[in-house]
Every structure is written in structure tokens, then in C-alpha cells.
């Protein structure tokens, strides 16, 4: 566990906000996909995914940044999935399963998302909490992983399930196109952004 925990965003209501009913209802995985779910005294339970979504529940999650030099590689979420599909964020997000530790999680979600693995390294723990839409909110505790390669070594096999489309951007160029189109990108990834705005991850 790193020392360094950066509130990225202030809790309201420890982390959960009334949102309207789902505008499409969302049902509980079958079977149930258990998350990490955090105590106020920090311990960790299990959690089903959705039901930590609904309820606003702090749990674990992780993100990865994958670089090659200044660019950050970034992908178009699947149209189908559970909330902010079709909108771009960082490399890969996902949660732990409840007896995975972060590195690995990371790691297996970089193959079932992009289909590829690369040396990763966590550099930070983060704390944010966002309405993702939908009638679900993020309260996270995120740990992030960096790994930096040569995209030209790199070969993209994305899991049309999950992604949508990748690219490769500068950091300039991301930054302005939050301004001008900001709904094109996930809420996590403008508060990414916005602490981070040089990729200082």
C-alpha cells in the first residue's frame, strides 16, 4: 500500500449523491461480480459490482497509463458498457476481483480489454467520487499503474466487448480537446486530467 493519497474530488455525503432512477435498469451480474468494497475503518469486504455502482459505495479500483514518450494511449469505451460508453479515458480502468491484488488486476484487464501485457509500475493511490450517469457514482480508491513502451512495438488487439477505439494523444492536444468537446471523455478521466494535466502519472 503507497503512502500518498490524493483527493482528487471532496466527498459529498462520503462519496454519494442522490442521482435520478436508472433511465435503463440495470441488473446485478449473474452470476454476481464481486469487487472490493471499503469499511469506514478500512477494512475490505466484497461488494457486487453494480450494487457498489448504485449505492455510491467506496471500493477499490485501479487505472493504467500506457506512454510511449509524451503520448498517452487512450481508448473509446464499448457502446454497451454499464455506464459511459462510447466516451474516451485513460489506457485501461477496471476494479480488483475480491482476491486480487491491484498489480494483478491490472495486468489481466490490459489483455481481456487491449490484448496485450507490459511491465507495469503503481505510482500513486488517488480518492475520487463522480456521478458517471445512469443513477450510478464512482467512490474509488484508485490505484494507478504507469508502463512506458514503443508503440511501435506494440501490437493493439482491442476486445471489440470493451473498446470501441484506441489512439494515441499528446497531452496539449487532449487538454484542448476536453475543452471543446467535453462530453466526448468519461467524469474520471477530466478529474484525471485536470489534477494531472502535464501526464504526471
Known sequence: MLDEILYLTPDSDKGHRKTPEPAVKIPISDPPIMIPGIA?????????????????????ALSVFVFDGDELLIQQRALGKYHCGGQWANTCCTHPKIDEDPKSAASRRLM??????????EKRIVEYSADVGNGLWEHERVHMFRADVS???????????????????????????????????????????SRFPEFEF
Do not use: M
Open 151 to 193: 508503440k511501435n512495438d506494440l501490437e493493439i488487439c482491442p476486445n471489440p466487448e470493451e473498446v470501441l477505439a484506441t489512439c494515441w494523444i499528446k497531452p496539449e492536444d487532449l487538454r484542448q480537446d476536453l475543452q471543446n468537446n467535453p462530453d466526448k471523455y468519461t467524469p474520471w478521466f477530466h478529474i484525471y486530467i
Open 112 to 121: 481481456e480489454e487491449l490484448g496485450f501485457t507490459v511491465e507495469i509500475e
Open 40 to 60: 469506514p475503518d478500512g477494512s475490505l469486504y466484497p461488494i457486487e459490482k453494480i450494487k457498489a455502482h448504485l449505492e455510491g459505495k467506496h471500493h477499490l
